[in-house]
């Protein structure tokens, strides 16, 4: 193995990042091309597992907004999400890398159902493992699912890849040109300034299990890479 900082990773993308420039929907170039990073951070023998959100489909927020009940909405976006892990799998697979897609909802048919010791074996075996359905159950985010399943499968950090942002601001850099971006953080820095990294429970379970987390903006070719090599960039979130 190549000298890596992280030898196991869980990799959280954002649905929107799917998207591409339309917004919304699955753009295939745009999967591909982050299939193409993931397997050039896999030839390096690095353990990665992945969590995609489903914002490019749907959000369980809007459709309770629209008078949906929320929980039926929120199972409509667990639903978005195994979309989304179906799409990637297909594109790591097409690039001759092994990958098995997990559901926290059964579907035999599509997908494996979600067994944490098979999930850590996958990854043993040189198997990328991308968990869909959220975490099963509604009101939860994928950033929490994200936190739930590094802890289980004992991941050295998790990997928070951003649609256009660089790093954790002290305020919106989209809204205020003066923001400040912070290199590094402690989780109660997160939790203390109420700095949208993830979700206050995501952000507790990260926290309360020692995970790092590295922030850093996905549209800029090699990233990945270079924050499994150690670089410093984008925001490291470290430390109780």
Known sequence: MTDVKYKRVLLKLSGEALAGKKGYGIDPETVNNIAQEIKEVYELGVEIAIVIGGGNLWRGEAGAKLGMERAQADY???????????????????????????????????????VRRKAVRH??????????GGTGSPYFSTDTTAALRAAEINAEAILMAKNGVDGVYNDDPRKNPNAIMFDSLTHKDII???????????????????????????????????VILGESIGTTVEGK
Not at 123 to 132: C, H, T
Not at 197 to 221: E, G, H, K, P
């Open 76 to 114: 409509v976006g667990m639903l978005g999400t195994v979309m989304n892990s179906l799409a990637m799998q297909d594109a790591l697979e097409a690039l001759d890398v092994p990958t098995r897609v997990q559901t926290s909802i059964e579907m035999r048919q599509v997908a494996e159902p979600y």
């Open 123 to 132: 990854l043993e075996k040189g198997r990328v493992v991308i968990f869909g």
């Open 192 to 226: 203390a300034q109420g700095l949208k990294v993830m979700d206050s429970t995501a952000s507790s379970l990260s926290m309360d299990n020692d995970i790092n987390l590295v922030i850093f903006n996905m549209n800029t070719r090699g990233n990945i890479q270079r």
